[in-house]
């Protein structure tokens, strides 16, 4: 069982659900599906989270989590990215689709975190580039769009807390009861447990954003209770808690004595620690080296650079004909 | 009089007062008041539009235009910038005072024009170095503030219509509405019609933004009628339109040739011109050459980010005690 | 005749010539040949300073200045820039063919400027961009590059003497006395006289730099002279002295006066003024409301990351297969 | 003794020693002295590595290696930047004064490293708020620095080799051959083994900079012997290898193992493992997971703006009288 008074913090259900033993689909009430596009080397993991006894052991809302992963996507490699766009821009169209039954629906799409710090980056610099149409609606009168297969299309950068003294929410219940979008897609970085993930995978879900996650760490609630339309969370890791790389250790440590025959039974013994007895000596291992420091790869600024491209294109791939 | 079919355009109310003839105590419903604080060296300006008459002949509404001058301004000397800062926050604190009626007033503080266009970006520089403190009231629970002699004090950078799709009054009347402050400051870069005010020249209005003002052009009404709080605007001329320079050049050439003996003939000539010929002549001096370009100068950047400091502590030094 | 002792700068050839009257053809020492691509819609002008009396007559050293003309060259479109960096391309070769004897040449591209102010980092930018090879034949031995047909190149930029305390000629000669390359092509942001010029021009000499050119207006002397090895020189202007834009207006409208019929008389009584009267009430124009200032067009961040793109690839496709 | 087929990598002289088993005092070859500046909180660590033998002990080469503690070094401060600057000043002023015999010896500051990579870039941001002198000494005549009690200062970003095409080294023998500093002081990021040190450390050294050092892993040798002049080395870390944070953790571990009670038998048994069967065992926990990653923190940007201005001001305050 899991020791639910140590978390490590991870925003990716992928992650939640490979931090359970066995192959892990005997969770009750969390189903999971994988597949691979060979062509294009993207490895897909649609976790569902289908009922409360789900959301309770993985932390995380109902509702569907779909994880593409490729590691060349951290790479510079401007042709390998239209085709992740392109595939991204399937998966968007097809969520937004399930989640709105109208034809042409507007939507408002919100860059979270913080223009400044280069890892909490991500979402400003989508809605940077984001090609927004729903002016034109004012400027050339209504229908314009509709008329041209244009959506409706606007982009919100509403800030951190810490530098507008407003909520997120706030602002955003503001911003889309005077703008009236139909759909709300938010654009997140994310935490993961593993530092493999960064860069290499985009989770796509239509649960919305949930307080306590992303980089800056106080995200609060954005879903369709608090704002009053769906909201669907595209979000990629960009940082990882040194907490979850020493868990991360640890936890491989304990299978790799098992395999050692020297250490056969060192493993074994820490296996047969409680939970308890694992909790204190991780407490002790993070202290005083870790803290809650989080960190990310050198790389950052070219990373999230070509990732909210992708993005962003995969947006526009979405939504545009 | 003025030839009303060719405006050269300025935000500042100062030089639309210039512009006209004789000392310009004569305009009906405008008054004027100059004064200047020796010890530091900025020359004050007060412009005020008394009614309709004035209103239509300054092509600006009713309001007080008070403007601070101070040639340094556009040099790096932070003991300097700490004086402009402390004479700006008494400006502000008066403006403030003048408009609301309470007590511990809330603030929220708009960052206009868009953050990738360094001319433009005045506006999200200053509130991205805003010490916003109305987050504190929700976290500690209200009066937090007012316990602490605190402001409550907000700050949005709502960015442009091409990068929104949505109007900058439509945002903050939807974040107005779901936040409540007592008042709007709204920072903007403005267009000067001479050169020499270029990061010279600190604008304050208690008549808000109106459109077609600020660099960008296409700014819309930010005002007490359409975002229903009092809306106090402060801005910084960070480019000129080329059509400035020529007029004014043409404009300082009559002046001297009229002192010139060797000329006199021929300034006396072009004076008695019909604002008409003026008005061709100014044309065909335009074409092709300018078009409707705007220029700033080449260390906007170091401009920029000094004066974006000057403000935000100027602010600060308004509302904190 | 010019009146030397009233300097309106401009780094251009073509520019310099233009302000010469008549067509031009007759100055003495100076040739021209102006062509047009109407397949891509760039003018060439090819002015050629033959001897002694047209660089006193141009202010320009002796030599081949080069200009490709194209008003979309301000424009964001990513195909034309191709275009463009593909006739810039041909253009470099054949100047490096005629300067170097030696197949296989190598070369130094030298990014003159300041990174820090928009303008004047042109240069920086073209580096930041390059393809660099020489460490190649580093670190797999010498001929690495000639048996896969890649060029030897490098790139240094070497900062601006108020940041380094150097003279730029004095760190080049070090590097090149170190490396030995055949060839160094100096990139540059240029003034021009006319803002229509901004951006929209590309200037290739086999001159090399002279002293005073360049935004930051203190370039020392880079020439075969001063370095040792022949110096190509690419510049774009970015900057436009507001001396100039008063001298082009005062000229212009001089022009325009003679054809006025109400003005007849007042054009040609200016026109009648001795250079020594034009020189005084120029420079009464000119002060106090201009001094020594350049200006720049407010979307130089996104100017200067299209040119310099566009020189990178334009130097890529000289010199790689 | 030390596994030298794995190498854990780290730039800190002291994270070395701290490395080896006991109080590290009996090394042969290496000194410890440690103090403490109460007043302003500095930890003072002074390894000096004697002859060979202390070299190989601590694969470093001879030589000083002086680090300054910190933990607010990381925070924003600017009152306590100024102490630990003043602090710096008088380090750097005595580690010149042992190396240069010359009374206003000429220095040649340079900031190695990419700027474009943030934990890359403090060597060049320490280069751009750098107050250089050389320049006057042209500009109004030799003498002029001494004359005046300044120093003759130059400085210089030499870029980063994928980005030159060309050895730092090589860059810098040429602009010393051509400038004839007496003292070159190198800027560098450096890569430690431990998170907590990261921003929090500033090392200085009388070495140089040696092969393999630094964030971007590739510098090459600068030192007197490759150079002709001595250089001092001043270095922050700002990323840790993901093997370090392994290593350590291992390391934590069985310390903590041997502590426990309940896991006693297995923390013996994992020391009496050789160091050939330690060694395994990481390259298992470190692959396929970590690769040779490096990590830094969140607010690196934040982070290197800091450190950059604190050590431009400690060589203010050591060379400005």
């Avoid at 408002?108 to 149409?133: I, K, S, W, Y």
Wanted: hydrophobic share 35%.
């Amino acid at each position: 069982m899991k020791n639910s008074s140590f978390e490590i913090r991870t925003d990716l259900a992928v992650e939640e659900k490979e931090s359970y033993p066995g192959d892990g689909g005997e969770i009750q009430g969390v189903s999971l599906r994988e597949w691979e596009d060979e062509a294009c080397g993207i490895r897909y993991t649609e976790v569902k989270i289908l009922d409360r006894q789900g959301a309770e052991a993985m932390g995380k809302p109902e509702g569907i989590y779909l994880t593409l992963e490729a590691d060349q996507l951290s790479q510079k490699d401007d042709d390998y990215h239209d085709e992740i766009a392109r595939e991204l821009a399937g998966q968007i169209r097809s969520l937004i689709g399930r989640m709105v039954d109208k034809e042409n629906a507007s939507i408002l799409v919100v860059g979270l975190g913080n223009h400044m710090v280069t890892p909490d980056a991500l979402g400003p610099r989508v809605v940077e580039q984001l090609q927004v149409t729903r002016h034109l609606e004012q400027q050339y009168g209504e229908g314009f769009c509709q008329a041209r297969h244009l959506p409706v299309l606007s982009g919100i950068v509403p800030g951190v807390m810490a530098q507008t003294g407003m909520e997120t929410a706030e602002i955003l219940k503001g911003v889309i009861r005077q703008t009236r979008p139909d759909v709300v897609v938010a654009i997140d970085a994310l935490a993961a447990r593993s530092i493999r993930r960064l860069g290499t995978t985009i989770q796509l879900t239509d649960t919305g954003i949930h307080p306590g996650s992303g980089v800056g760490n106080h995200r609060n609630s954005l879903t369709k209770e608090s704002l009053g339309v769906p909201v669907i969370a595209i979000g990629v890791p960009t940082v990882v808690g040194t907490a979850a790389i020493v868990y991360d250790t640890v936890d491989t440590m304990i299978q790799t004595l098992n395999r050692h025959v020297s250490t056969k039974g060192m493993g074994s013994m820490m296996e047969s620690m409680t939970s308890e007895e694992q909790y204190a000596l991780i407490c002790e291992l993070l202290e005083p080296e870790f803290g809650s420091l989080y960190v990310t790869p050198p790389d950052i600024d070219e990373l999230v650079g070509q990732l909210s491209f992708t993005i962003s294109e995969g947006i526009h791939g979405a939504l545009f004909p």
